[in-house]
């Protein structure tokens, strides 16, 4: 499984980006998608997850109502629209993928910086 994740940058609070991972190496309808986050001094965090087929969702707290995951299986992309962003949303996104039938993520795309000025 190879995760390719592009889309970071730098914005300012309130504004907004759209993060892709685009999986390749097998399908993934029985498979989680997750975005994960890790800030400077913290632990990493998974921010949102969805499985492939569509059915279920998982958004942290802090990003419900800003935050969507979604994917695209014409392309194999997943997607992370980030809006109304805030400082504290500043950290390396990384895209992670895992079956079904499991708890834990064991496929990880490289990380994506995004950065929110005040």
């Known amino acids: 499984v190879q995760l390719q994740a592009s889309g970071g940058g730098l914005v300012q609070a309130g504004g907004s980006l759209r993060l892709s991972c685009a999986a390749s190496g097998r399908t993934f309808s029985n498979y989680f998608m997750g975005w994960f986050r890790q800030a400077p001094g913290k632990e990493r965090e998974l921010v949102a997850s969805?499985?492939?087929?569509?059915?279920?969702?998982y958004y942290r707290d802090s990003v419900k109502g800003r935050f969507t995951i979604s994917r695209d299986s014409a392309k194999n992309t997943v997607f992370l629209q980030m809006n109304s962003l805030r400082p504290e949303d500043t950290a390396v996104y990384y895209c992670a993928a895992r079956p079904s039938t499991s708890s834990a993520y064991d496929s990880w795309g490289q990380g994506t910086q995004v950065t929110v000025s005040s």
């Open positions: 969805l499985l492939w087929s569509g059915v279920s969702t």
